[in-house]
């Protein structure tokens, strides 16, 4: 059996992993068109503090790690899929056939239509290259402008205040976070990072980039600021552009069923790259964190090895931490047609708590500064438990659901 896995991240190492024990006999090669061993995206904000060397990036530390579980590490990238004749066409010239495909390939960052990106001193924050580049132009002191306040900008932001740099952020939306946060939570993240330092614009955007000695961004607004970097944080694309023409049904990602399978049988998808069907919910949606990658990895490498395992519902759930003020949302927590929601607000002390119910059922959560029992939340909404007349006591007081939990939880057991 011969198992090509396109993208080398963490889906792509844990999926190979998995087949090797699984699949003894077969021959599995990693494909991945950087340079460096396979490493992980997570891990670059840590390199870019100090925090770490380059090698703490990398998935595997022993050098002969991949040689002793016969991966074959293939650095060259993907250009076409012929299922038909299942071969893969690169851009070396070569060819590589197989008879179970993995698409691990992951997302790209988006470049806007942005005059001026192509100069010097403009940035992407995505690769060890990048990250490379950055810091030789990112010095102590610096004036960085940075595109983009979303979960992956704000981690980056983190990085760039540790570095001791003047950092702007412009961010198109209405808050911060826009699309994990309440605009009421967005807003006080906001708070936090002007409170930290961080000049932080809302609700505009760049029109163009030059260069007048340092970098100059023209607003749409009419103004401008003056930077010694910048970096581009504006969003992400699924990297899928290979599968055209292979039959390969794709929609934001590559859809795929319960068995990580797509369209065309025999070829599998996992990681951020990978549109998943969520039980939870009924919709496909792709569920962008490390933790929910490598378990697709694992179901698909299954699969792949002839067995029958099926995801299982998958909640949608991010956490983040902002210079230490750790916000997490939960489920559907923009909350559902005809539901019911509450939050509780304390600017001064920086918490914050949104629950959303449909029916007697919580099914989405949003929250700031409120770590302890944070748990609690995702057994609530992923145990899909009914709370009974705990629920109007919710929406009166909605701090009290550590003991919705217990009394429901404990009683349905």
Request: glycine share 12%; net charge neutral.
């Amino acid at each position: 059996m011969k198992h090509v896995i396109v993208g080398n991240g963490p889906a792509g190492v844990v999926a190979a992993e998995a087949l090797r024990k699984l699949d003894p006999a077969s021959e599995i090669a990693l494909v991945g068109d950087e340079p460096e061993p396979p490493y992980s995206r997570m891990a670059l904000p840590y390199l870019m503090m100090g925090h770490i060397a380059e090698s703490g990036t990398y998935l595997r530390k022993a050098p002969d790690h991949y040689r002793r579980h016969r991966i074959d590490l293939v650095r060259d990238r993907v250009e076409a899929v012929d299922p038909g004749a299942r071969r893969l066409r690169l851009a070396s010239g070569g060819t590589l056939e197989f008879d179970r495909m993995l698409v691990a390939t992951g997302v790209r960052p988006v470049r806007p239509p942005i005059p001026g990106l192509e100069l010097p001193g403009v940035h992407f924050c995505w690769s060890l290259g990048d990250v490379r580049s950055l810091l030789a132009d990112a010095k102590p002191g610096a004036r960085v402008l940075q595109l983009g306040a979303g979960f992956i900008g704000c981690i980056i932001m983190e990085a760039l205040v540790m570095r001791g740099l003047a950092l702007t952020i412009v961010e198109m939306g209405d808050r911060m976070v826009p699309r994990m946060m309440t605009p009421i939570a967005g807003g006080m993240i906001r708070d936090w990072c002007e409170e930290k330092g961080v000049r932080v614009l809302l609700g505009e955007r760049i029109a163009s980039i030059r260069r007048e000695g340092a970098l100059v961004a023209e607003l749409a607004s009419g103004g401008r600021v003056e930077a010694d970097v910048v970096i581009v944080s504006a969003g992400v694309r699924a990297n899928t552009e290979f599968l055209q023409g292979s039959g390969v049904e794709c929609a934001a990602g590559v859809l795929v069923d319960e068995a990580m399978q797509s369209s065309v049988p025999g070829i599998y998808a996992a990681g951020d790259v990978a549109e998943a069907f969520n039980q939870a919910t009924g919709e496909h949606a792709i569920n962008a964190v490390q933790p929910a990658a490598v378990d697709q990895a694992r179901i698909a490498a299954a699969n792949m090895a002839g067995r029958r395992v099926t995801t299982r519902p998958e909640l949608t759930l991010n956490v983040l931490d902002t210079m230490g003020l750790i916000s997490a949302s939960f489920g559907r927590w923009w909350g559902v047609p005809g539901g019911r929601g509450v939050e509780l607000v304390d600017r001064p002390a920086y918490r914050y708590l949104s629950l959303q119910l449909d029916g007697d059922r919580l099914v989405g959560a949003t929250s700031i500064g409120l770590t302890e029992h944070i748990g609690v939340l995702r057994g609530l909404i992923e145990g899909r438990i009914a709370l009974g007349p705990w629920a109007e006591r919710l929406l009166a007081e909605p701090l009290r659901f550590p003991e919705a939990y217990l009394a429901r939880a404990q009683g349905a057991a």
